[in-house]
């Protein structure tokens, strides 16, 4: 039997005594590991909700890994790059790679009636993973992108058709300005997507692979590159590495070099700004974990203070000080228990509040997203649970030493 165990449930389960000055003290500690751990969860599943939306909408738009012709990757400017089915298999076959598309880019500009606006088409094939944008739909339809015909459909964002008052259905005009001279292609609106992430959203409109490549002036089995899906971001560099090793510096039969690099060297602004973010969660772990601490320090030195005659009459038993240690100890993770459970239905309740109801609204222009985007993460709750709870236990070990100073003829006269 457990004497220290069987000691702290009496002395918790005692605790309906409205005089006994630990009451409040008890319930302050309770609320204070609480609050703590809800604001803590709340954290964590604001900034994973905040990363992984952000990610994955940059990533929409450019994939994990693009590969395509050294000079393109490196200066920025078009060039093509030959992407038979020969290659497509080997970035196919890679290790880690899920998905493979090929994409095409060409600079134009937009004309209606009453304005205009410069804008990239981006030429996409049947292989094309439309899910992304399928979720961020607006109006109208996706249409069925070709590498073999040109439907002269459109795909544009909710900035575009506002800036040029389109709707689904509308045709509009796009002139193209290169070595070649002017050209003219009248598009239909199929549909309009809506992103928030106004440095894709601005610029760029969706179309057919053959519609793109035939503007450029490319051949059949040229294109600007190809954008890979990995199975697991985690290990990103990884797939890259190996797509170093077993493709970059081989040469098309045009004579071009290919070359990759992931999203993360594609825009090194914003996931650096993400990586921010972590700073600031750690910091917000560290003051709850701190309060949790400070207030079940405050209140196991209250409770000892009070239970001063039964520590005297446990050490008249017999009782040495650690197993007296050790009582208020299990009486003080009863109370971290409580707190924690408590602290899980609040902040569980308030990120569940969020996902469904999306009630803490942001500017989109601002932050990417409308609402506060959240996300559940059992581990790491479960890690939050467990940490916060001996982070607690070991800040109470030192104040425990003040029973070692208390003397049973003492504290038996106490009151």
Same mark, same amino acid.
Request: proline fraction near 2%.
């Given at each position: 039997m457990n004497l220290p165990l069987f000691i702290a449930r009496r002395i918790y389960g005692a605790q309906g005594d409205r005089r006994k000055v630990s009451r409040p003290a008890?319930?302050?500690?309770?609320?204070?590991?609480?609050?703590?751990?809800?604001?803590?969860?709340?954290?964590?599943?604001?900034?994973?909700?905040?990363?992984?939306?952000?990610?994955?909408?940059?990533?929409?738009?450019?994939?994990?890994?693009?590969?395509?012709? @050294?000079?393109?990757?490196?200066?920025?400017?078009?060039?093509?790059?030959?992407?038979?089915?020969?290659?497509?298999?080997?970035?196919?076959?890679?290790?880690?790679?899920?998905?493979?598309?090929? @994409?095409?880019?060409?600079?134009?500009?937009?004309?209606?009636?009453?304005?205009?606006?410069?804008?990239?088409?981006?030429?996409?094939?049947?292989?094309?993973?439309?899910?992304?944008?399928?979720?961020?739909?607006?109006?109208?339809?996706?249409?069925?992108?070709?590498?073999?015909?040109?439907?002269?459909?459109?795909?544009?964002?909710?900035?575009?058709?506002?800036?040029?008052?389109?709707?689904?259905?509308d045709k509009v005009f796009a002139y193209f300005i290169d070595h070649n001279g002017v050209r003219a292609r009248r598009f239909t609106v199929a549909g309009i997507y809506q992103t928030n992430l106004s440095a894709y959203d601005k610029v760029t409109c969706f179309t057919d692979l053959y519609t793109v490549k035939k503007l450029n002036g490319w051949e059949d089995d040229q294109v600007s590159g190809a954008e890979l899906t990995v199975n697991d971001f985690t290990r990103l560099q990884e797939t890259e590495d190996i797509l170093i090793e077993k493709v970059n510096r081989t040469i098309d039969r045009y004579g071009e070099t290919y070359s990759s690099r992931t999203i993360q060297e594609i825009n090194p602004g914003i996931f650096k700004w993400l990586e921010l973010l972590?700073?600031?969660?750690?910091?917000?772990?560290?003051?709850?974990?701190?309060?949790?601490?400070?207030?079940?320090?405050?209140?196991?030195?209250?409770?000892?203070?009070?239970?001063?005659?039964?520590?005297?009459?446990?050490?008249?038993l017999g009782a040495r000080n650690r197993a007296i240690r050790h009582t208020f100890l299990w009486f003080a993770s009863f109370i971290i228990a409580k707190g924690l459970l408590l602290g899980d239905v609040i902040g569980l309740g308030l990120i569940l509040l969020q996902k469904f109801t999306g009630f803490v609204k942001l500017d989109a222009a601002t932050y990417y997203v409308s609402t506060v985007p959240v996300e559940i993460n059992l581990p790491v709750i479960i890690l939050l649970n467990i940490a916060t709870l001996l982070v607690s236990v070991f800040v109470l070990i030192a104040p425990s030493y003040l029973i070692s100073h208390i003397h049973p003829a003492r504290s038996m006269r106490y009151e």
């Open positions: 008890v319930r302050i500690a309770t609320v204070g590991v609480g609050i703590g751990l809800a604001v803590m969860l709340l954290s964590v599943s604001v900034v994973f909700g905040f990363k992984h939306t952000i990610r994955d909408k940059v990533i929409g738009f450019g994939g994990h890994i693009q590969v395509g012709d @050294f000079m393109t990757i490196q200066g920025g400017e078009q060039y093509p790059i030959q992407m038979n089915d020969s290659m497509m298999e080997v970035l196919r076959r890679t290790p880690g790679v899920k998905h493979v598309q090929r @994409f095409a880019f060409k600079q134009g500009i937009l004309k209606t009636d009453s304005d205009f606006l410069g804008v990239v088409f981006k030429g996409v094939g049947p292989e094309f993973d439309s899910s992304f944008i399928h979720e961020n739909m607006v109006e109208g339809s996706i249409p069925r992108f070709s590498d073999k015909a040109g439907q002269n459909k459109l795909l544009v964002s909710k900035i575009m058709s506002d800036q040029l008052r389109m709707k689904v259905g972590d700073l600031n969660v750690w910091i917000i772990l560290a003051l709850m974990i701190a309060v949790a601490g400070v207030t079940m320090v405050s209140g196991l030195l209250i409770i000892i203070l009070e239970r001063t005659t039964m520590i005297g009459v446990l050490k008249a």
